[in-house]
């Protein structure tokens, strides 16, 4: 769908321009603030919104909203009315849309919701497991960060060892769920596809045809979630109660560190900036 806007002189900010559905949910949303790639193999920087005097355009390509740090992984819309939603300042212009079934498709409005549907099951679940990858990541680089503060002295030794065992736990889980060493879309061949590859697949092979999603797909979906489960139960309980218990003996033996190296003045509450997730 081209979308057409006519702006009479460039905004001062960055505006945004959403696609909204029936229930008025956003699907899909642009800015026109310049935004970097993600951290991910292949991934290319969002689109920007275009934002000149005069006529602009765009293409919706009739997709939702991507997941977070995976990229090329989009989800279906199904036929039906949509609202196009254009922010300027405190200027709020919005306008229907109508998305039609392809008239090839031998597929029911029925089959097709049915698609989608299933779609944002498999979606919701990776961006789960996005999300715990993310807040265990930002752990880690916590640590890492606080451990360095010391680590060229004889007093942080043991903050070092106590912050690279909890590192090494952080990593060994994140790999359960992900798989950091994929570079590039070749790396697949050394390395194997995890359980956000899985659930990735799924929303692919949805959007490869206008019909229901079929029986194997529902049975995947199911084989996948008790795995999904577990990880998820095992981050949040287990390893987090001895991350808990880590956090607080790793944080004790920093702020000996930092006062036997005379840096407790320097940086204030350092070791309150560990947080778990």
């Known amino acids: 769908a081209v979308l057409r806007y006519v702006l009479a002189k460039a905004p001062e900010k960055p505006i945004t321009l959403e696609v909204l559905d029936g229930k008025d949910a956003v699907v ?4 026109s603030e310049t935004k970097p790639a993600v951290e991910a193999p292949g991934a290319r920087a969002p689109r920007t919104l275009p934002a000149k005097p005069g006529m602009n355009q765009i293409v919706w390509d009739l997709r939702g909203e991507g997941v977070t740090r995976v990229p090329g992984v989009f989800t279906s819309v199904a036929p039906g009315r949509y609202k ?16 039609r079934k392809d008239p090839r498709s031998t597929g029911s409005a029925a089959d097709i919701e049915a698609l989608v549907a299933f779609q944002q099951q498999a979606r919701e679940r990776l961006e789960e497991i996005q999300a715990a990858a993310i807040r265990v990541r930002k752990v880690r680089d ?16 043991a903050v070092v060892e106590a912050g690279k065992a909890l590192g090494d736990k952080l990593t060994a889980w994140e790999e359960t769920v992900v798989q950091p060493k994929q570079k590039t879309f070749q790396d697949v061949i050394n390395f194997r596809n995890m359980l956000n590859d899985q659930f990735g697949f799924l929303i692919d092979i949805g959007g490869e045809a206008d019909a229901a999603p079929t029986q194997g797909m529902h049975e995947r979906l199911a084989d996948l979630e008790p795995g999904l489960r577990h990880r998820l139960a095992r981050r949040d309980q287990r390893e987090l109660r001895e991350r808990i218990v880590e956090r607080q003996l790793l944080a004790g033996e920093l702020r000996l560190g930092l006062e036997a190296a005379d840096l407790a003045a320097v940086v204030p509450g350092a070791p309150d900036g560990i947080v778990v997730p």
């Open 28 to 31: 899909r949303s642009y800015t």
């Open 142 to 157: 916590q640590v890492k960060a606080t451990t360095a503060l010391v680590g060229d002295r004889p007093e942080g030794k």
């Open 84 to 99: 196009v939603r254009l922010k300027i300042a405190d200027a709020v212009l919005t306008e229907e849309v109508e998305v």
